[in-house]
């Protein structure tokens, strides 16, 4: 981040305020009106709050820099809930930003609602620039992920963000290897599969047109309305499917074959996909259960600062043992997730969950025995 290539410092007398700003690492160099239009607007009305003055200055660059990744530009309600401020200071923030950069301008043409600002015909990439830090970790998430495309994706964006950095690449190639050096993770046991670029390309094209896709699914040709992909151990397609009803199903993209778009559209209606994986443990969906769990008191502490699911209540009994409730679909995933925490949890709810469990460990059982 720009915020990070400059050094700020802060001297009272007593009779003036001066802020002083050098460059640090030499990536970003600000004509001096830039700098006096800052300093201008550091020294009025966005500056009467508590915040310290120095993350002012931060919350400026932050916003051109957030304002320079959005093509369609952004509303006050954008930085109302980026900055967690009021309407007043949004404004204020968004009147600072032009005084500074009078190539931002309002962009009258989005919605017929709501007021954008956006850089016109400008490009602030030379305040950006990446750390060591983070390269290595994109570098890190490429190599932790067994997604073929995914990991091919990665490399080309680790590429051109070392492209964006040329100026003392050298040095960063350095740093990043440092960091690559000390820091790895545990080998996860996952599924190989293989998706390729083809169908990948098929589906978000027909999503972003809302296009009826046709193909071979486990044999069969269907003719699917895809609304989202979800990444889990595998890429979950979620889609509607004419030929069995109204309601929406998961499919594994990697089983498809023969993947073509159509030119007949549909409509998306008032789905949300964040909403609906909300409701799911993991990547499974299904019949939606209100899960209970207890766990012993010897794991409380694990257990009270673990993520189980977005809607998960947390609870610590008198003698110390937990309860977590959560409502999720996904029995199998649910039930695979219970098991890691052996025999120092059990399922109290719902009814049908906690019989398939025990059926489920009955049969492991039985194994063993032979």
Sequence with gaps: MFTHSFFTEYTKNKNAKMFIISPFYGMIHFVSDKIGRIFLFLKG????????RYSRLSDLIDLATFMSSKPLGITLDDIIERYNVSRRTAERMRDGLTNVFPQVQEIDYIDGHKKHWGFVDYSIKEMVHFTPEEIATVEQFQKRTTNGEMKELLE????????????????IENNIDLILQTEGYAVRQTIQYHISDEILIT????????????????????????????????????????AKGDGIY???????????????????????????????????????????????KEIAEDVMTYNFHPSQKVEQEPDGSVIVRFKAS?????????????????????????????????????????
């Design 45 to 52: 009305d966005f500056m009467t709050t508590d915040k310290p």
């Design 156 to 171: 080309k964006v680790t590429e051109k963000i070392k492209t964006l950095s040329k100026k003392g690449l050298e040095n």
């Design 203 to 242: 589906i978000r094209e027909a999503m972003k047109k809302c296009l009826i896709v046709t193909g071979k699914y486990h044999d069969k040709i269907r003719y699917i309305e895809p609304l989202g992909l979800i990444y889990g151990e595998k890429i979950y397609l979620i889609a509607r499917e004419k």
């Design 250 to 296: 998961t499919y594994l993209l990697n089983k498809f074959t023969d993947l073509k778009i159509t030119m007949t559209n549909f409509d998306r209606g008032d789905f949300n996909l964040e909403e609906f994986s909300k409701r799911s443990f993991s990547a499974y969906f299904g019949k939606i259960l209100n899960v209970k769990l207890k766990f012993d």
């Design 330 to 370: 996904g029995d199998k995933s649910i039930m695979w997730h219970v098991f890691r925490w052996g025999d120092k949890v059990e399922i109290l709810a719902p009814k049908e969950l906690r019989k398939e469990y025990v059926d489920a460990l009955k049969l492991v059982s039985k194994r063993y025995k032979k």
